[in-house]
Nanobody, 125 residues
Framework: QVHLVESGGGLVQSGGSLRLSCAASGGPFNTNTMGWFRRAPGKDRELVAAIVYRSGITEYGDFVKGRFTIARGDADNTVYLQMDNLQPADTAVYYC??????????????????WGQGTQVTVSS
């Protein structure tokens, strides 16, 4: 069975940076899309960033405004999220998802087949 593991979360001051990683293992697994979604307390889940694994096409949430970058890792079925200029509003649990088939839209969370347990990101003022 496919298993996704996230890491890299933690506590950072406003304006700081964090680098999240996600690795998918097990299978068989044909990765089409990998993405990051987040859920803050009292708020709905929202897209942070997603990437079509083979082509490199990306999509970002509107709040990112150039601060974050998603990229494929050197190993197969891995992805990173570089987050710069973090703000308190970015505080949330960040989840990695993976889809085996082409998705209609990268921001549709229901299209993702597998999810990690999440990693906490906390940004202090």
């Amino acid at each position: 069975q496919v298993h996704l593991v996230e890491s890299g979360g933690g506590l950072v001051q406003s304006g700081g940076s964090l680098r999240l990683s996600c690795a998918a293992s097990g299978g068989p697994f044909n990765t089409n899309t990998m993405g990051w979604f987040r859920r803050a307390p009292g708020k709905d889940r929202e897209l942070v960033a997603a990437i079509v694994y083979r082509s490199g096409i990306t999509e970002y949430g509107d709040f990112v405004k150039g601060r974050f970058t998603i990229a494929r890792g050197d190993a197969d079925n891995t992805v990173y999220l570089q987050m710069d200029n973090l703000q308190p509003a970015d505080t949330a649990v960040y989840y990695c998802g993976a889809a085996q088939v082409p998705v209609i839209q990268l921001s549709y969370a229901w299209q993702y087949d597998y999810w990690g347990q999440g990693t906490q990101v906390t940004v202090s003022s």
